[in-house]
C-alpha cells in the first residue's frame, strides 16, 4: 500500500527575513530625519533664500513655516515608524497563517493517505477524493504536487489482472479497485482542464504516469500546457481514449510518451491540438492496434518524434496537419501493417519530416495531397516501397530538399 510520504519542502520560502524592530526603527527614524533636513533645505533654496544679503535677517514668520512643515515631516516619520510595525505584524500574521494551514494540510493529507491505504476499495475511494480536494486547496504549488504525485503513485502500483467470473469474490474486487483507478484517471483529466490559475486548476504541475496501464477515459480536451511535464512514459494503453483534442502545449511543457504502448482499442486524440514550441516524444513506442490522431493539429516551432517506434497495427495520422518551423521524425521507425499518413497536410519551408532508416512496407505510409512548400523530406537508407502520393507531392523534377533512396527517383 501506499506509505505516508514527507511533503516537500517549500520553495517558496515564507521565512520571514525581517531586521530586528530596534534596526528598523532607528534606520527608518534616520531616513525620516535626513528627508525634513532635505526639505528644509530644499525650500529654502526654492525661497531663494541663499541669494539674501547677510546683513539681513530671515523674516521670522517664514522661518516658522518652515520649522513647522520640517517638524510636520519628522511627525510623518513617527507614521513611517508605526507603519514598519504594522508592515512587520502584518508578515508575520501571514507567515502564522500559513504555518497553520500548512499544518492543517499535513494532517488532512495524512488522513488520506491512510484511507488511499486501505484495504477497503469504498474506503480508498474516499481517499482519492480527498486527496484531490487538498490539491484544490493547497496552499502552494508545492503542497499541490505533493498530493498529485501521491495519486499518481497510486496508479503506478503493480494491480492484480482480473481473475474472471471463475473466482466471483476476487473479481469483484478487482471490479472495485479498477473504479478506484479510472476515478483517478477521470479526476486528473478533469482538473487539467481548468484554466490555470483558477481554483481546482492542476495545470502546470508536473504528471508523472510512468509505466502505468491506462484501461479507462482520460479527458484533456482543450486543456493549456504551458508548463511542467507530462509522462506517460512506458505507459500502456489498451480499451481507452485519452482525447487531448484542441489542446495546447506550449515551449514551457513537454508531453512524453516514450517506450509506451498502444494496444487495440485504445484511442489518443491530438486532434485540432497546437504544439507551439511543446515538444512531444513517442521514441520507442508500440503500436500494435491503437491510434494516434494529430489530424489538424499545428505544429509550430517544436519537435514530434517518433525515432524507434513500432508501428505494427492501427495509425499514426497527421492528416491536414499545418506543420512550420518544426521537425517530425520517424527515423529508425519500424512501419509494417499500420499506417502512418500525411495526407493533405501542409509542410513548409522551414520544417523537416524525416524517415532515415526507416523499414516501411507496402500501403503503410503516404502523402496523398500533401502541400510541400519547400520543407525538406529526408528518407535516406529507408527500405521498403515509396510511400503513396509522395512523388506527386514534390513534383518533378524532386527538389534538393527532398531526398530519396535511388530505387524511388523517377527516372528522367
Known amino acids: 500500500m501506499i506509505a505516508n510520504r514527507r511533503l516537500r519542502p517549500n520553495s517558496d520560502d515564507r521565512e520571514l527575513r525581517l531586521w530586528k524592530v530596534g534596526r528598523a526603527l532607528t534606520l527608518t527614524f534616520a531616513a525620516a530625519v535626513l528627508v525634513a533636513g532635505g526639505i528644509f533645505y530644499g525650500l529654502v533654496y526654492l525661497l531663494d533664500f541663499q541669494e539674501i ?10 522661518l516658522f513655516d518652515l520649522v513647522k512643515l520640517s517638524f510636520g515631516v519628522v511627525a510623518g516619520a513617527g507614521a513611517l515608524v508605526a507603519l514598519v510595525v504594522a508592515y512587520r505584524r502584518q508578515r508575520v500574521d501571514e507567515a502564522g ?13 495524512s488522513q488520506a493517505v491512510d484511507k488511499l491505504g486501505s484495504d477497503s476499495p469504498a474506503v480508498r475511494l474516499g481517499g482519492v477524493h480527498a486527496l484531490a480536494g487538498l490539491a484544490d486547496d493547497a496552499p502552494d504549488d508545492n503542497l499541490r504536487q505533493t498530493c498529485i504525485d501521491v495519486l499518481c503513485a497510486y496508479l503506478r502500483l503493480p494491480h492484480t489482472p482480473d481473475p474472471g467470473t471463475a473466482e466471483l469474490e476476487n473479481h469483484h474486487l478487482y471490479l472495485a479497485l479498477r473504479e478506484v483507478r479510472h476515478t483517478i484517471l477521470r479526476l486528473i483529466g478533469d482538473h487539467y482542464r481548468r484554466p490555470e490559475g483558477t481554483h481546482g486548476s492542476w495545470q502546470g504541475c508536473d504528471l508523472d504516469l510512468t509505466g502505468v496501464t491506462i484501461d479507462g477515459n482520460m479527458d484533456f480536451t482543450g486543456a493549456r500546457f504551458t508548463r511542467g511535464t507530462v509522462t506517460f512514459s512506458g505507459a500502456t494503453f489498451s480499451s481507452s481514449t485519452v482525447d487531448f ?41 508500440a503500436i500494435s492496434g491503437g491510434a494516434l490522431y494529430f489530424g489538424e493539429t499545428t505544429i509550430s516551432d517544436t519537435t514530434v518524434y517518433f525515432g524507434d517506434a513500432t508501428i505494427s497495427d492501427g495509425m499514426v495520422y497527421f492528416g491536414h496537419a499545418t506543420i512550420s518551423n518544426s521537425t517530425v521524425t520517424f527515423g ?71 531526398i530519396l533512396p535511388q530505387a524511388w527517383t523517377p527516372i528522367p
Open 97 to 109: 497563517a500559513h504555518r497553520e494551514a500548512t499544518r492543517l494540510h499535513t494532517e488532512r493529507f
Open 245 to 285: 483534442a484542441f489542446a495546447t502545449f506550449s515551449a514551457g511543457c513537454s508531453v512524453l510518451f516514450t517506450d509506451a504502448t498502444f494496444s487495440a482499442g485504445c484511442s489518443v486524440s491530438f486532434i485540432g491540438a497546437t504544439f507551439s514550441g511543446g515538444p512531444a516524444y513517442f521514441g520507442g513506442a
Open 53 to 62: 544679503d547677510t546683513t539681513k535677517k530671515l523674516d521670522t514668520k517664514t
Open 332 to 402: 529508425d521507425a519500424a512501419i509494417s501493417g499500420g499506417r502512418v499518413t500525411f495526407d493533405h497536410a501542409t509542410i513548409s519551408s522551414d520544417s523537416s519530416v524525416y524517415f532515415t532508416r526507416a523499414a516501411i512496407s507496402s500501403d503503410t505510409v503516404s502523402f496523398n495531397g500533401t502541400t510541400i512548400s519547400g520543407g525538406m523530406l529526408n528518407f535516406s537508407d529507408t527500405t521498403g516501397p515509396a510511400p503513396a502520393g509522395l512523388l506527386t507531392a514534390v513534383g518533378s523534377p524532386v527538389p534538393t530538399t527532398v
